[in-house]
């Protein structure tokens, strides 16, 4: 059974069909999702939809830099509060992103460091975000990187120095459906390779991400869990091993990275 590490279910597009969207997870293996925490509101509502699905939803929680802009004192306290819920299993989503600047970059980076420092104190592992941003990122994690549990780059995208950098950090590596994209995705396809079976995890970034090589495409385009199995199977393909041995040890090393018991459903 698979385990998606990363799918923002809180997003309003899933509202009508929630619990369908849950049903295609489950009869396309996969059993387990965290749910993203990226903004105090989402944070919130992830809390909600894993106490809603105990030992099949968890949550993480956080503030995407897109939100830096939102960030203050109250927030800091709700992120604290949250993530003292045994279903709360991460502090982020959190990063750089200097891609879309949707935030300065000052703000960010202090955004930021608040998170890293709510992880240290707190022993949480990091969901992280970075974007055309690695420099000022990795610097700020390797503050911190010895002061919190684990870590983990989620939907990785970067080049092979980036990866090395990550690694050498000892941090995990989430790949989604964009190693799928023939137009930006295929050097992927080749690094995924270079991650150790114990550092990587799979996850959709539903409802974004969706896999372009699915075959019908949905006429909606949305993602959803039920496409993590396709992911794994190209992942698998790329680093020459089986369906079977990936989801094996995706599943097992998101277990260790969330302190999750492991399954045998």
């Keep these: 059974m698979l385990l998606d590490i990363?799918?923002?279910?809180?997003?309003?597009?899933?509202?009508?069909?929630?619990?369908?969207?849950?049903?295609r997870a489950r009869a396309h293996g996969v059993a387990r999702m965290v749910v993203t925490g990226a903004?105090?509101?989402?944070?919130r509502d992830a809390l909600a939809l894993a106490q809603a699905h105990p030992g099949v939803l968890y949550a993480t929680a956080g503030v995407h830099p897109h939100h830096a802009v939102d960030y203050d004192d109250a927030t800091d306290a709700l992120l604290r509060e949250l993530a003292t819920h045994p279903q709360v299993r991460a502090v982020g989503e959190t990063g750089l992103d200097?891609?879309?600047?949707?935030?300065?970059?000052?703000?960010?980076?202090?955004?930021f460091e608040r998170q890293l420092r709510i992880a240290a104190e707190l022993g949480k592992p990091l969901f992280l975000?970075?974007?055309?941003?690695?420099?000022?990122?990795i610097a700020l994690l390797r503050r911190y990187r010895d002061r919190v549990p684990a870590a983990v780059v989620h939907c990785f995208t970067d080049t092979a120095a980036a990866l090395r950098d990550y690694l050498a950090l000892d941090c995990h590596i989430g790949i989604t459906g964009w190693i799928c994209d023939e137009r930006r995705g295929t050097h992927l396809r080749e690094l995924v390779k270079q991650i150790p079976a114990n550092r990587l995890?799979?996850?959709?970034?539903?409802?974004?991400?969706?896999?372009?090589?699915v075959r019908p495409?949905?006429?909606?385009?949305r993602n959803e869990p039920m496409y993590l199995r396709h992911i794994a199977e190209e992942i698998a393909r790329d680093r020459g091993e089986s369906f079977e041995a990936l989801a094996?040890?995706?599943t097992a090393t998101a277990e260790a990275f969330f302190g999750l018991a492991a399954t045998t459903g």
Aim: net charge negative; glycine share 2%; hydrophobic share 35%.
């Design 201 to 213: 995890m799979i996850e959709t970034d539903a409802p974004y991400l969706l896999p372009r090589t």
């Design 129 to 137: 975000h970075q974007r055309d941003a690695h420099g000022d990122f």
């Design 6 to 23: 990363g799918a923002n279910l809180t997003h309003e597009s899933f509202a009508h069909d929630f619990d369908a969207v849950l049903a």
């Design 248 to 250: 094996a040890h995706t």
């Design 217 to 221: 495409l949905p006429a909606h385009r």
């Design 98 to 111: 200097y891609h879309r600047n949707y935030s300065p970059h000052d703000v960010q980076r202090d955004v």
């Design 39 to 43: 903004s105090r509101d989402a944070s």
